[in-house]
């Protein structure tokens, strides 16, 4: 939830989100339902805009709270031996999810109201420090210690703020002034001040949810003078930015009860410009909405843009605008609610500010999708037999497409096939007041999903579901490859995604699975994201034979091979991953079908080097590492070479991690073209490797080379470019039909970033990218494994013709 002092604005500062992620735990029960929302003392003083003192009171529980005698009191920052505890006495109860304001004493100067109090009181409350204490009596409390109180029974909450040192719960919050007060942004209750609230503006709401964002209730309510398109206008940021409106109409489509809260409305009287939106979204902060979908409303409250995330320059997203501290009044109820807008965004994405932001661009939303889905922002809309283009996530998040025959992958997935294909037909799909079951690429929401258009943190535009479609099954299943053939070597890549000893036996169980059964238990598996044997646990351990004889005995487990293993460890927190896992990529080979040529050398800082053998590349050190000095691996996975033997043949396999996209702007973000600054280090990573290549090329042209892993970039990326130039290597996943490059889904988009490339003197060869884990919701890593069934070359072609057909001979053979 974001927090209400803070959500006019864009920003949360530094100092305030340092002291909230600083704080000690709490250490004595928290209040179930009542509690202390917000305490401002500043009120009529002078630079006040609010003419009152107040404390807002909450009820986060599911039953109403009644508060006949029960009582609000205030107690000095220092209290002496003289100082007594000014009662206030209260009456009335809290609904669930409700507020009740507290007037106290009012000062000279301030011109804003409280909106209307539900209970009054006389006392003058300090602007700067003070303790506030929501207690189940009338009674004045007598306590004068933070223990004493904590040991009185009747008080359910207490709020030392500011420079109260003496009766608060943990530590007071920060110092408070004539224009902050404290506010509890998310009715969290640590019984830790500084933990539970935030300073910000004051934002007093009563009872029935009116706030001081404009009027009240008006007896013979009219319209205002500004509509909703005036608000949103033809750009992404409101001409009407942070200026305040008063009745603006509308018929509420929906409201949303948790997270940010609040609820949309649109006009039914929508203007010809397709570039401006007729809904928008009002928050209300962490109130519940009191009204529902068919209400004709006149809202009035501030003009905001909330980026997610942050409004720092460094944040990429775009903003939702939307209606802040809002005040509304119901004309009638039960109103029809517009059709919904079906959605048809055309095959254009964003357009282009030479890096720089497109905010301030006119919408063009017949040529741009992201610009169409702007111009629907908070409207209500309409998607027809949405088909599932991105698993549902942990966080009940899905990708639909608006267009199907976009760029299909064979399973039904939308292909990323280019920077300029960034498929615009997708779009999030989130759970408003209907929440979608779990489903799998290619399934399909069967007729009508309608909810509103929003932005959100992660993917952009949303549609947030008031009602779905009726799930069908597209009936994938995870695929199976063929088992290699006996003259032929199979090497498989598999990100295994921060695989530690520490991790459950279902997750060990279920890898093996893959490799057994999907696989068909190659001879050589290449893996990454391996983590040291305590995972996280930032120790200094960074050993993985726990991690790798786990793994090893559940392929043995699930019917496949006793593999061995063969890595090196790294320096600690020297490879970058999670903090303590110190991931690093490894071999598993299976020793009945290849042998690993062992030579003694390689350690986390010396370098492989390629030498003569009796006329033939060999390794210095095997395994060996790449290049570790370079720079270009600085707190990134150094490729790891190891030198294999298969019926007399050398085959080199490196196995590789490349940096991660972690900083790259969002592709649906503000800045346009996006800053992919990521690519820089995996170019240089890229350089370092094919260097590493032409090394061995150089000493045996006929060398046969195996690059493997999960290089985190495109087949159409410039670090690809670089391994590829000349042709001396192939990328094997550039060599299927488009419907098929593919190994990972993000944001609805079905991408590569896991590659097998070998080099170009391998002629025989079967490749399969085996589909077990990204297209569906329930994963065992986010990445789909993949595997080459190869001949290796013995460097002579005509020697290769008559082996490789010896070798088809004996495999038509009958088995005896």
Known sequence: MRPTPLRVGLAVTAASALSLALVAPATAAPSPDALIAEVYGGGGNSGATLTQDFVELANRGTSPVALAGWSVQYLPASPSAASRWQVTPLTGAIEPGGRHLVAQARGNAGTVALPTPDTTG???????????????????LTCKTAADCAADTRVRDLVGYGSATVVREGTPTPDLSSTTSAARPALDDTDVNSADFAVGAPTPVNAAGQGTGGPGPDPD?????????????????????????????????????????????????????PRTSEGLFAYTADLAPTVEPGDAVLVSGTVAE??????????????????????????????????????????????????????????????????????????????DDARVVGPTNGAGETWITTRPTQNPTARGGTNYLGYDQPNSGR???????????????????????????????????????????????????????????????????????????????????RLAAAVVGNLASPDVVVLE????????????????????????????????????????????????????????????????????????????TTPVSVVKQRGRAALSASPGRVDPANPAW?????????EFLFRGRTVFVVANHFNSKGGDQAMHGRYQEPNRGSE?????????????????????????????????????????????????????????????????????NSQTLDHILISANIKRYRYDVVHVNAEFTDQASDHDPQVVKLRPSTGNARLDRMLFLLEDLADCLPER
Do not use: C
């Not at 006389?122 to 189940?136: D, I, R």
């Not at 509420?252 to 609820?263: E, L, N, Q, S």
């Not at 609610?337 to 994405?349: E, F, K, N, Q, R």
């Not at 600085?634 to 190891?642: H, I, Q």
């Open 122 to 140: 006389t006392t003058a409350m300090s602007a700067t420090g003070g303790t506030v204490a929501l207690v189940a009596t009338t009674a004045a």
């Open 306 to 383: 909330y980026r997610p995330g942050g409004d720092t320059p460094a944040n990429a997203n775009q903003t939702l605008t939307e209606l802040a501290g809002v005040t509304v009044t119901v004309l009638s109820k039960g109103n029809a609610l517009p059709a919904p807008v079906v959605l048809s965004p055309p095959d254009g994405y964003l357009p282009s500010a030479g890096g720089g932001s497109i905010e301030a661009l006119e919408l063009n939303p017949s040529i741009y999708g992201q610009d169409y889905y702007e111009s629907l922002e908070g409207m209500y809309v309409q998607a």
């Open 634 to 642: 600085d707190n990134s996975r150094k490729p790891l070479a190891g």
């Open 680 to 748: 820089v280090q995996r170019g240089r990573q890229a350089a370092a490797l094919r260097a590493f290549v032409d090394q061995v090329k150089a000493v045996d042209r006929g060398a046969n080379v195996v690059l493997a892993g999960d290089i985190n970039d495109f087949q159409f990326s410039p670090a690809v470019a670089t391994l590829t130039a000349g042709g001396s290597v192939v990328d094997l996943i550039s060599a299927l039909p488009p419907a098929e490059r593919y190994s990972y889904v993000f944001e609805g």
């Open 427 to 509: 779009i999030k799909v989130k759970a408003g007041s209907a929440t979608p079951r779990p489903s799998n690429v290619g399934d399909v929401w069967r007729g009508a999903t309608v909810g509103n258009v929003e932005y959100t943190r992660n993917g952009g535009y949303t549609l947030a579901t008031k009602t779905v479609g009726e799930h069908v099954p597209g009936g994938i299943t995870p695929e199976r490859t063929d088992a290699a053939r006996p003259h032929e070597l199979s090497v498989a890549t598999y990100n295994v995604e921060n695989l530690a000893a520490t991790n459950e036996q279902a997750k060990f169980d």
């Open 529 to 604: 994201e391996i983590q040291d044997d305590n995972g996280a646990t930032d120790d200094g351990t960074v050993t993985a034979g726990a991690t790798l004889a786990r793994f090893v005995d559940a392929v043995v487990a699930a019917g496949g091979p006793r593999y061995e293993w063969r890595q090196i460890d790294p320096r600690n927190k020297a490879d970058g991953g999670e903090p303590g896992g110190n991931i690093r990529v490894a071999f598993l080979f299976d020793p009945a079908r290849v042998s690993f040529v062992d030579r003694a050398g390689g350690d986390a």
């Open 221 to 273: 309510p009219e319209p205002g003078d500004r509509r909703i398109r005036d608000i949103q206008g033809r750009t992404r940021i409101s001409p009407l930015l942070g200026a305040k409106v008063s009745g603006v109409p509308g018929v509420v489509t929906a409201t949303r009860a948790t997270g940010d809260r609040g609820f949309w409305f649109q006009d039914t009287s929508p203007d010809a410009d």
